[in-house]
């Protein structure tokens, strides 16, 4: 397969390559994107596909030169992560989708979250003592939920796409049986993941050599039981998947591994399409995904909060606006905790969250000097309601733009990386470990930190809570004007904040606002983590207004963009993960 029309990120030192150092408003030496640095998007007048894996863009891209539209490459590109990119990309775990049509200029949310098996209960996860055995919860067969991917994408594919199951599976069925090349990324991630892996045989089988060594850069990977399944998939639609011979596949799984997934549970297993939530900043609008995603209504939150200050004016990643920043994300988070969860099951107050009046209110809490201590912020909507009367780190992201002006932005995920480490045997695919992300007990933290409380319990058939949110912007005329999102488990929603501000607050272009550095906060552990970049003495500062900033940073994210400007696109891919490429289409 040729690759053409590439940005390829490579992670190593990019931050030190694009940043510079000036005195900031607020006398600190403040770490901001060089204009002039060489980070450039991808133009196209055309169409376009942004991946974490080269391979899976192109394939996406070649979808849109066949005629295909962004749905159709949406497809083709998750379908074909499902092989180049195992530890997230799949077919056993499950996600969000959000969709643009530019005809009927309608935006739609796709809800293919996993689900709990119909044996699941509320404590499931609890040892003798009542206490989480994070162990079962997060790396044992019970951790998987019913997989949503395959049921999504087909029906994204069958509503909205134009060409056939077998037409946009064709190139995965290729790379699987076929094989393709490791790249570093993907060869790194084995090496790091094996002991976990080597665990399982099938997978040790599916993924190491057959003396058990991980694959080296430039070995080919060929994936023969993966190709069998999306060769079922492509002859019988969601049939091939969820019944008869993967269905018995993944069955026989549980059995050996003592999870909980039955026919039933598959046969069952149905896609939602929600109304998306939608808010606005200043003069944009944007919607993005309602729950059980947790991403929409507190990313609209968060810009309700912000949009009290003039953050421009205070600058890009100095202390004062960072402060803010921290501040809107504590209070946003908090109410995560109490608030959300799946609302076929529990009501979720969405319209009260995302109100400008309760993001005001919260803004008239926060002291622009002083940080606040998270033990002393609780979930504030009750309040605030009483007071007015007078009156979730391995996921992936892609988005995709054709020429006639559709959008897909899509987010899905195993939850860890390769999630649970389980592989159906036969079926050449991993099982998620995503009810670690229900709330296993109230007030107990997931995988990522999260607290959670009773909204988002187990229960039979219930999606667990997520953080994912892929995201469309609109300009004021109602034009779409961005498409992006991120993996990253609990920062994916800080994540998607700031791509926002870094390009609508502060002016950057598609390239520089995705490769600025991050912060991030989420309320508990009370602790501010930072990507290399942001200054000392802007660190120093903001721990002198009280704020507790982790000693070791982090890279928090990998956001898959594509930005429409005049009679063009730009696509970045994020550097901060190897093998990432933003392609356009050629014609």
Same mark, same amino acid.
């Given at each position: ?16 390559? /694009? ?8 006398? #600190? ?112 067969? +019970?951790?998987? $939920? ?24 064709? =190139? ?49 990977? /060929? ?13 019988? $639609? ?12 993944? /069955?026989? +799984? ?35 995904? =309602?729950?059980?995603?947790?991403? $929409?209504?507190?990313?609209? +939150? ?29 209070? #946003? ?45 609780? =979930? ?46 036969? #079926? ?13 007990? =109230? ?32 300009? #004021? ?55 290399? $970049? ?54």
């Amino acid at each position: 397969m040729k690759i053409k029309a590439t940005v390829t990120s490579i992670m190593i030192g990019f931050l030190a390559i /694009v940043s510079s150092s000036t005195i900031g408003a607020d006398g #600190a030496h403040t770490t901001f994107l060089d204009k002039n640095a060489r980070f450039h998007p991808v133009v196209s007048q055309l169409g376009m596909v942004v991946s974490q894996e080269t391979i899976a863009s192109q394939v996406g891209a070649d979808i849109l030169e066949a005629g295909g539209n962004a749905i159709d490459a949406a497809v083709a590109t998750g379908f074909a992560l499902a092989v180049t990119l195992p530890r997230a990309g799949n077919l056993g775990g499950g996600g969000f989708m959000m969709v643009y049509l530019a005809k009927e200029n309608k935006t739609i949310a796709i809800d293919y979250r996993e689900m709990a098996p119909l044996s699941a209960n509320k404590d499931m996860f609890l040892d003798q003592n009542g206490d989480v055995d994070n162990a079962k919860a997060r790396f044992s067969a +019970q951790s998987s $939920g019913v997989p949503g991917t395959v049921a999504g994408l087909l029906h994204a594919l069958d509503n909205y796409g134009s060409m056939s199951v077998s037409e946009v599976l064709k =190139p995965a069925i290729k790379l699987a049986s076929k094989g393709f090349k490791v790249n570093h990324d993907l060869s790194d991630s084995l090496l790091l993941s094996s002991k976990r892996l080597h665990k399982h045989k099938a997978s040790k089988d599916y993924f190491y050599k057959a003396e058990g060594d991980y694959y080296l850069p430039g070995d080919v990977l /060929v994936q023969s039981d993966l190709s069998s399944t999306l060769n079922r998939i492509s002859k019988q $639609g969601g049939s091939g998947f969820y019944k008869g011979k993967t269905a018995e596949l993944i /069955v026989k +799984q549980m059995h050996r591994s003592a999870g909980l997934i039955s026919l039933q549970d598959l046969a069952n297993y149905k896609v939602v399409e929600r109304e998306p939530v939608c808010g606005s900043y200043r003069s944009i609008s944007l919607c993005a995904m =309602p729950p059980p995603s947790s991403g $929409g209504v507190h990313l609209i +939150q968060m810009l309700n909060i912000l949009e009290n200050y003039n953050l421009a004016k205070l600058g890009h990643n100095n202390a004062a606006s960072i402060h803010l920043l921290i501040e809107g994300m504590r209070s #946003a988070y908090a109410d995560r905790s109490l608030y959300l969860g799946d609302p076929d099951f529990t009501p979720v107050p969405v319209q009260k969250i995302i109100s400008k009046s309760y993001a005001k209110a919260i803004s008239e809490q926060i002291n622009p000097h002083k940080a606040r201590r998270s033990k002393d912020v609780y =979930p504030g909507l009750d309040s605030w309601v009483t007071s007015q009367s007078n009156e979730s780190e391995e996921t992936t992201h892609f988005s995709t733009w054709d020429k006639h002006g559709n959008i897909v932005s899509n987010t899905y995920t195993l939850n860890f990386a390769y999630g649970s480490g389980i592989a159906v045997e036969g #079926a050449g695919f991993l099982l998620n470990n995503e009810m670690d992300d229900f709330s296993a007990k =109230p007030g107990s933290a997931n995988g990522y930190g999260l607290i959670g409380g009773t909204a988002n319990a187990i229960q039979p058939k219930k999606r667990p809570l997520s953080s994912m949110t892929p995201t469309i912007l609109f300009d #004021a005329n109602n034009k779409p004007i961005l498409a992006t999102g991120s993996p990253g488990g609990s920062t994916i929603i800080t994540i998607v904040l700031q791509i926002i501000l870094n390009w609508a607050e502060f002016g950057m272009g598609i390239a520089e606002a995705t490769a600025a550095p991050r912060i991030h906060h989420q309320w508990l552990p009370d602790e501010v983590y930072y990507e290399k $970049g942001i200054s000392q003495d802007t660190l120093s500062l903001l721990r002198s207004m009280g704020h507790s900033i982790q000693p070791k940073s982090r890279v928090l994210g990998s956001t898959q963009s594509i930005a429409a400007k005049e009679n063009y696109l730009e696509g970045s891919a994020d550097p901060r993960r190897q093998g990432a490429a933003a392609i356009s289409q050629n014609n």
